[in-house]
Each structure stands twice: as structure tokens, then as C-alpha cells.
């Protein structure tokens, strides 16, 4: 059974960057993109980028403007996300997820989550 | 504005039906791109409840259950029960944005 779980600080200060760690265990994360989707409190749910295993292929949510970047260690099953210049509006749960089916991307697994609170 | 658009919420009673609907684009489900659809119970993390437009992962029951047609697509589910409330996404790939979009999501009282 696939399990991811996130890791990083839970509260950054504005116009920084966050930095979040997803650790993959009981799999490989060869043949998958790996993913990010995050959730405002109160609100919906925002995909906001994938990466191939490989590392050489990467889409990201054209609403972020080119803050966010996803990168991967596969030798450490882990892939990470920054998000650069963020503001409060970036205050959200994120998790990292398995993107399953590249043809019909959706996501099978999974983190917890983990909050990160940007102050205004 | 979500770009796939969903009811604020539904609601019905123990064992009747309900039906969420998710509507989109000639850009997404009217592209022929597949409707997934998740489950998210208060606190934590969405669960896919459904794949490829009407196919459940293991361990979903088959009282659940999807279509699509044009450029909507709707999650049924019979026999509700009180495990049932909880929130429910829908999410595509969008061609005009090239990326994976979701529904604002729909809550489910179970009365």
C-alpha cells in the first residue's frame, strides 16, 4: 500500500518561500507523475503542478505564475514543492499525491496533509 | 470561479437517491476528457470515490456510481447513508488551461 506524507514548516512569513517535502513509502515512484494539490480552509481543492519520476517532465497550474516548482529525489522516494513570494492567500493544506493514468490524469493516493499558514 | 461547476450542496434522506452534477466545457468533459470524482469527510484528506467517468476503485460501493455525457457529468449515489455525507469533488483536464482542474465541490447532508 502506497503512503505519502508531507513535511515542512507550517508557517511562513510573506514574500518568502515555502518549502515542502512528500515522502513515498511501500512503492516506487518509477512510472508515475508525482503531484501537489492544495486546499484554502473553508474552501475548494487547487492542483498545482505534477512531475514525472524521471524528473523531466513537469506541468504546473498557470494561475500560480511561475512561483511554484516541483522537483524530485527519487534515490530518497521524496519530491518536493517551493512556492515562492507567497502571500496570505498561499494559507492552505497541501498534500502531495499519485497521479494515476497519465492519458486521464487523476489521483489515487493520497498524503494526510499539512497546513501552512502565510500571516497577513 | 471554478472552471468545472458543481451545486453548493444537496441533501436528502437515509436510503433515498441524490445526484451531484459537474458541469464543464468543450474544453474538458466536452473534450472527451475522463470525470473523476473524490470524497472528502470533514478533517481529512479526499478519497477517489470514482475513476474514468464511472469506474470505482476497490473497495467503493457499487450504490456509487458515475456518467458522463456531453459536457456534464453526474456521481449518483442509492441507498444513502449517514457514512455518505461528507464533501464530493469532480476533476478533469482542461485543454485551454493544460492542466488538471476541479469542481468547487458540493456538500451532502444526509438528513
Known amino acids: 500500500q502506497v503512503q505519502l506524507q508531507e513535511s515542512g514548516p507550517g508557517l511562513v512569513k510573506p514574500s518568502e518561500t515555502l518549502s515542502l517535502t512528500c515522502t513515498v513509502s511501500g512503492g516506487s515512484m518509477g512510472s508515475y507523475f508525482w503531484s501537489w494539490v492544495r486546499q484554502p480552509p473553508g474552501k475548494g481543492l487547487e492542483w498545482i503542478g505534477y512531475?514525472?519520476?524521471?524528473?523531466?517532465?513537469?506541468n504546473y497550474n498557470p494561475s500560480l505564475k511561475s512561483r511554484a516548482t516541483i522537483s524530485v529525489i527519487t534515490s530518497r522516494n521524496q519530491f518536493s514543492l517551493k512556492l515562492s513570494a507567497v502571500t496570505a492567500a498561499d494559507t492552505a493544506v497541501y498534500y502531495c499525491v499519485r497521479v494515476a493514468d497519465t492519458h486521464f490524469p487523476h489521483f489515487d493516493y493520497w498524503g494526510q496533509g499539512t497546513l501552512v499558514t502565510v500571516p497577513s | 470561479q471554478s472552471v468545472l461547476t458543481q451545486p453548493p450542496s444537496v441533501s436528502g434522506a437515509p436510503g433515498q437517491r441524490v445526484t451531484i452534477s459537474c458541469t464543464g466545457s468543450?474544453?474538458?468533459?466536452?473534450?472527451?476528457?475522463?470525470v473523476h470524482w473524490y470524497q472528502q469527510r470533514p478533517g481529512t484528506a479526499p478519497k477517489l470515490l470514482m475513476y474514468?467517468?464511472?469506474d470505482r476503485p476497490s473497495g467503493v460501493p457499487d450504490r456509487i456510481s458515475g456518467s458522463k455525457s456531453g459536457t456534464s457529468a453526474s456521481l449518483a449515489i442509492t441507498g444513502l447513508q449517514a457514512e455518505d455525507e461528507a464533501d464530493y469533488y469532480c476533476?478533469?483536464?482542461?485543454?485551454?488551461?493544460?492542466?488538471?482542474?476541479f469542481g468547487g465541490g458540493t456538500k451532502l447532508t444526509v438528513l
Open positions: 512531475i514525472y519520476y524521471t524528473g523531466k517532465s513537469t
Open positions: 474514468g467517468n464511472s
Open positions: 476533476q478533469s483536464y482542461d485543454s485551454s488551461l493544460s492542466g488538471l482542474v
Open positions: 468543450s474544453s474538458n468533459i466536452g473534450a472527451d476528457y475522463d
